[in-house]
C-alpha cells in the first residue's frame, strides 16, 4: 500500500508529490531539505491520481491570483491612459521590460548603435548604470544581435 502526499516547500512555494512518508526529503526546486514530518501536506491519499488533481489544484490557485494582480496593474494603466501623453505612455508600459528585453529594443530602434550609445540610452531612461558586456555576449551567442566593427544590430 502506497501513501502519496501533496507537500510544499515553505522556502520557495514549490508544491509537489512525495511517494510514501520518507523521514527527509529535498524540494525540487531549491534543493532545501526538509523533515518530512514538518512539511506541509495539503493532502495525503492511497491514489496517485487525487494527489495529482490536487497539485494541480494548488498550482493554477497560486497562477490564478499572481495573474489577477498582474491584470489589477494592467486595468490601472488602462484607466489613466487618457491622461497620458503617448511618450509619457510608453514609458509607462516599459516599466515592466525585463532588461534583455531593454536592451534588444535599443539595438532594434538604433541600427548600428555601439555599446557606448546603449549605455547612455539605458541610462537616460532608467537613471541606472549597468553592466552589459555579458548581456550583449549572450545575445550574441544566441544569435539575437549581430556585432561589426563595435556597431551592434537586431537580426
Same mark, same amino acid.
Given at each position: 500500500?502506497? $501513501?502519496y502526499?501533496?507537500?510544499?516547500? %515553505?522556502?520557495?512555494?514549490t508544491?509537489?508529490?512525495?511517494?510514501?512518508?520518507?523521514? %527527509?526529503v529535498?524540494?525540487? /526546486?531549491?534543493?532545501?531539505?526538509?523533515?518530512?514530518?514538518?512539511?506541509?501536506?495539503?493532502?495525503? &491519499?492511497?491514489d496517485?491520481?487525487?494527489?495529482?488533481?490536487? /497539485? +494541480?489544484?494548488?498550482? +493554477?490557485k497560486?497562477?490564478?491570483?499572481?495573474? +489577477?494582480?498582474?491584470? $489589477?496593474?494592467?486595468?490601472?494603466?488602462?484607466?489613466?491612459?487618457?491622461? !497620458?501623453?503617448?511618450?509619457?505612455?510608453?514609458?509607462?508600459?516599459?516599466?515592466?521590460?525585463?532588461?534583455?528585453?531593454r *536592451?534588444?529594443?535599443?539595438?532594434?530602434?538604433?541600427?548600428? =548603435?555601439?555599446?557606448?550609445? =546603449?549605455? /547612455?540610452? !539605458?541610462?537616460?531612461? &532608467?537613471?541606472?548604470?549597468?553592466? =552589459?558586456?555579458?548581456? *550583449?555576449?549572450? *545575445? *550574441?551567442?544566441?544569435?539575437?544581435? &549581430?556585432? %561589426?566593427?563595435?556597431?551592434?544590430?537586431?537580426?
Amino acid at each position: 500500500m502506497r $501513501i502519496y502526499s501533496v507537500v510544499g516547500c %515553505n522556502n520557495c512555494q514549490t508544491v509537489w508529490i512525495i511517494e510514501m512518508h520518507p523521514e %527527509n526529503v529535498k524540494c525540487p /526546486r531549491c534543493k532545501k531539505k526538509h523533515k518530512f514530518k514538518k512539511l506541509r501536506k495539503f493532502v495525503e &491519499t492511497l491514489d496517485i491520481d487525487i494527489a495529482r488533481k490536487k /497539485r +494541480s489544484e494548488l498550482i +493554477s490557485k497560486k497562477m490564478k491570483n499572481s495573474t +489577477s494582480e498582474w491584470n $489589477i496593474v494592467e486595468k490601472n494603466i488602462e484607466d489613466n491612459a487618457s491622461f !497620458i501623453e503617448s511618450d509619457q505612455m510608453q514609458e509607462k508600459y516599459r516599466v515592466g521590460e525585463n532588461k534583455k528585453d531593454r *536592451l534588444i529594443r535599443i539595438i532594434q530602434e538604433s541600427e548600428g =548603435i555601439t555599446e557606448s550609445e =546603449i549605455l /547612455r540610452k !539605458i541610462e537616460n531612461e &532608467t537613471g541606472e548604470k549597468w553592466k =552589459i558586456e555579458k548581456q *550583449l555576449e549572450k *545575445l *550574441l551567442y544566441l544569435g539575437e544581435i &549581430t556585432e %561589426n566593427r563595435g556597431k551592434y544590430r537586431k537580426i
